[in-house]
């Protein structure tokens, strides 16, 4: 990867379609995991460039019309996507979704109640929206649910024909022209209120990462993250593990990060602590902690109590 850096224009060759959706594909003797707009075969050529080396390399295709040897013709969405992930730095922080109205009116008397609560956070948020309208077709989800999340507000899309995405002239690469601090993308197919979701969805969809942040009940603000592990291995014969992350201040432990490993075989937790009292306070329960688990029908493969000093 020292080879590659922010500007370069590469042709990647696309070796194989993975069970995840995404393709392995070959770079200047390298080999990456990329996720692309449109469905691609193997033996197919495409042109990209280089947008950002850290944290995480990340190309955008070119989308010139006439460049050489471009193996693979992009329609009118896959052009909208990759002009929208090219002017995403103009668009709201995206794979963060946010509560400011705390999901229960108090503390709940059953921990029931905060899963439920996180659980609808989560699946209101616009992130499956569309599989969600799949859902409602299908008779597997009310139309009461579908228009809790922020798709289903938006006033309806008037269709208006918009500016062809414009090109500076004599650039090589077809770059988008920007004038102001709107983004200036070809034909909307989709509502122009829904960018930011839009970014969010395709964001969540590559690093299969999505984090929430907001308050469970007045006073208790809480930092939680789902994401799948690793996140772009190819399917094993075992079943997927998914990791989430909790990070919150209760009144009377303090602060405390939660991380639990959950698959097919059970769960891990991991419970890190920047109080020693508190730590010896969880260490103390944790024979409580499986039981519970056992109780729940969750097999408890390992219960770690750390304590970190830097929460």
């Known amino acids: 990867m020292g080879d590659l850096l922010p500007g370069d224009h590469v042709r990647a060759l696309v070796e194989a379609a993975l069970p995840d959706g995404a ?32 944290p995480q390399i990340k190309f955008a295709l070119v989308t010139q019309e006439d460049a050489p040897g471009l193996a693979t013709s992009l329609s009118e969405t896959a052009r909208f996507i990759t002009a929208l992930l090219d002017e995403s730095e103009k668009l709201p922080l ?44 299908a008779g597997e989800r009310s139309l009461g649910t579908l228009m809790l999340e922020p798709q289903a507000r938006f006033e309806p899309l008037r269709k208006i024909k918009l500016p062809a995405l414009p090109v500076r002239a004599g650039d090589a690469d077809s770059a988008i022209a920007v004038a102001d601090d709107t983004p200036r ?24 990462h999505v984090a929430w942040h907001g308050v469970i009940w007045h006073g208790q603000p809480l930092d939680w993250e789902v994401a799948e592990d690793p996140p772009h291995a190819p399917q094993s014969a075992d079943e997927p593990a998914w990791r989430t992350r909790l990070r919150l201040t209760l009144p009377r432990l303090g602060k405390i990060d939660a991380v639990l490993m959950v698959a097919a075989r059970g769960v891990s937790i991991t419970l890190h602590a920047a109080d020693a009292d508190t730590l010896s306070a969880l260490t103390g329960q944790r024979a409580k902690l499986q039981q519970s688990l056992r109780d729940a029908g969750v097999t408890p493969l390992g219960i770690i109590v750390r304590r970190d000093e830097s929460l």
């Open 94 to 137: 995206a794979w963060t979704a946010h509560a400011d109205i705390p999901l229960l009116a108090g503390v709940p008397r059953d921990s029931a109640q905060i899963a439920a609560a996180l659980r609808n956070a989560l699946a209101h948020s616009g992130i499956f929206y569309e599989a969600h309208q799949a859902q409602w077709i």
């Open 185 to 208: 993308l070809p034909e909307l197919p989709v509502h122009r209120d829904a960018l930011a979701i839009i970014k969010q969805q395709l964001d969540t969809l590559e690093s299969r």
């Open 23 to 54: 393709f392995r594909v070959a770079i200047r003797n390298q080999t990456f995991l990329l996720r692309l707009p449109f469905q691609a075969r193997a033996g197919d050529t495409l042109q990209l460039r280089v947008m950002a080396r850290e």
